[in-house]
């Protein structure tokens, strides 16, 4: 390669890295004026009853997710707390149980980073033998330098989809067996409106070579696959009648931990923005329960929330050649036959 080519394509990378950037940038831009424009509002519901109600919350001790899981246990709700460290996990709970002494909350270790991980956490939740009726994907990594995970995957493609992918359809059957007609299993995965900035090509297992590497592109793509799978899965479950339900949301522009990775020279701003205008993770945890426990939304299913109300998600979301390709590759990765192979 002659060195004007190359110098060629170290601009067109370069050029594509500012761009990942800018779009992220711009659509969390457009996502806060939005919400400062249209207040949060869950719509008031009564409840059903939560009596025997079994939830696990994936990155349920802190953020978005702690305040999911409190919320649930408040209500009488069986929770489980799925996480990396058992600290933060115990901290939580005491934190919980302060507020009501009757709660039922545990921990039960989970690093999306591994799959085996993902299936020695499915072993240890149905050893306990309990039913499972809500299964919240809420953890995420955001804007991490590149990485590769046990399983040689990039690290937000594996936890943020494909790990959960793979604790969903581990869960299945128990979740199968545990909704009803008139109260049925919730799966609710928290994605991102940030997806619009990805396309469905962006949605990689790995990379060959780093310089390609965008973690902005990374996030946004794969909040995109969550939804993807989302859809995909829906509509399968819709197939078999079974009694589980499957919902995607964005959470809002939430002040949480998420932001830790965001690069130097943009943090002073965000610092600012985020105590000024962002959510607090009490009003996003809100919006995921509304899903989890309202009855306006009991059997809805395969759709894509925002504030509450049914949403577009980009158009590429809704092709069934991409969500066919997405699952042939996630299903190849897992060494499944389909996304509905519940073992
Ligand atoms: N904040 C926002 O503005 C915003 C906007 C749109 C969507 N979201 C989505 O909301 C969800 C919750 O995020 P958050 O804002 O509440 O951020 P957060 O406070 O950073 O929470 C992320 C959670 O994920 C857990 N996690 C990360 N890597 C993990 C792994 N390998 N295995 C198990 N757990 C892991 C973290 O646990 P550790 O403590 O062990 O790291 C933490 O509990 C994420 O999916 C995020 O993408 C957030
Ligand atoms: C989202 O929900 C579907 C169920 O429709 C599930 O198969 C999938 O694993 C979930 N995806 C993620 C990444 O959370
Ligand atoms: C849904 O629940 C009802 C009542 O428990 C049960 O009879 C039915 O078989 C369930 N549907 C499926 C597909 O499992």
Request: proline residues 2%.
């Amino acid at each position: 390669m002659s060195e004007g080519e190359s110098l060629q394509i170290s601009f067109q990378i370069l050029f594509l890295h500012i761009w990942s950037c800018l779009k992220l940038y711009l659509i969390g831009v457009y996502a806060l004026l939005k919400e400062l424009a249209e207040k949060t509002v869950v719509p008031a519901f009564e409840e059903l009853s939560t009596d025997g109600l079994v939830a696990i919350v994936t990155g349920g001790a802190s953020g978005i997710g702690y305040q999911v899981s409190r919320k649930l246990a408040l209500k009488n709700v069986h929770v489980f707390i799925a996480g990396r460290s058992k600290q933060e996990a115990d901290e939580a709970i005491a934190k919980i149980r302060a507020e009501l002494s009757t709660v039922r909350v545990q921990f039960l270790h989970l690093d999306l980073a591994s799959l085996t991980s993902v299936r020695s956490f499915v072993e240890n939740f149905l050893h306990t033998g309990l039913p499972l009726h809500i299964l919240i994907n809420n953890a995420g990594v955001m804007l991490v330098p590149y990485s590769e995970t046990e399983d040689g995957l990039e690290t937000h493609f594996q936890v943020n989809y494909l790990s959960h992918l793979y604790l969903t359809s581990l869960l299945l059957n128990k979740m199968k067996a545990s909704g009803t007609p008139d109260r049925c299993a919730h799966i609710i995965n928290v994605s991102s409106i940030v997806h619009w900035v990805a396309d469905a090509t962006d949605i990689k297992p790995s990379h060959t070579s780093i310089s390609s590497y965008s973690p902005h592109s990374a996030y946004a793509s794969s909040k995109l696959a969550v939804i993807m799978s989302t859809y995909i899965l829906s509509q399968l479950l819709k197939a078999d009648n079974s009694n589980v339900t499957a919902n995607c949301l964005h959470p809002g522009v939430v002040n949480t931990n998420l932001y830790d990775n965001i690069h130097w020279s943009v943090r002073w701003v965000m610092d600012i923005m985020r105590h000024l205008f962002f959510k607090d993770a009490i009003e996003a945890a809100n919006s995921v329960v509304f899903l989890a426990l309202s009855p306006l939304v009991e059997s809805h299913t395969g759709a894509y929330y925002d504030n509450c109300k049914v949403s577009q998600s980009k158009h590429c979301t809704y092709s069934k050649t991409c969500q066919y390709n997405l699952a042939k590759m996630s299903c190849e990765l897992l060494g499944i036959q389909s996304l509905n192979q519940t073992s």
